[in-house]
Nanobody
């Protein structure tokens, strides 16, 4: 089993920055990749950014490229999502998820999420 706990959400102004954290515990040796997803009110969940747990390869959805950075600290078993130049449309519940082989689009373990609200 793998557990994920997100933190760092809150109310931020447009153009501001915010860093989200995802603490990973349990059988972390079985993890291949970690990703951040988000779900805005009335919309489907969407992939935001992902990182390979060991190699560190990162990938992003187009709407956040150049604004968001995903990183990991394996010693702390934490994955971060640094968000900059936040826009109103970034408002959503952000969840982190872990995937083990065999990899699927649905990921195997999910956190409960943290709310990010971008508003002036």
């Amino acid at each position: 089993q793998v557990q994920l706990v997100e933190s760092g959400g809150g109310l931020v102004q447009p153009g501001a920055s915010r860093r989200l954290s995802c603490v990973v515990s349990g059988r972390t040796s079985t993890i291949y990749r970690i990703a951040w997803f988000r779900q805005a009110p009335g919309k489907e969940r969407e992939f935001v950014a992902g990182i390979n747990w060991t190699g560190g390869t990162t990938y992003y959805t187009d709407s956040v490229k150049g604004r968001f950075t995903i990183s990991r600290d394996n010693a702390e078993s934490t994955v971060y999502l640094q968000m900059s130049s936040l826009k109103l449309e970034d408002t959503a519940i952000y969840c982190c998820a872990a995937d083990q082989p065999p990899l699927t689009p649905n990921y195997d373990y999910w956190g409960h999420g943290t709310q990010v609200t971008v508003s002036s």
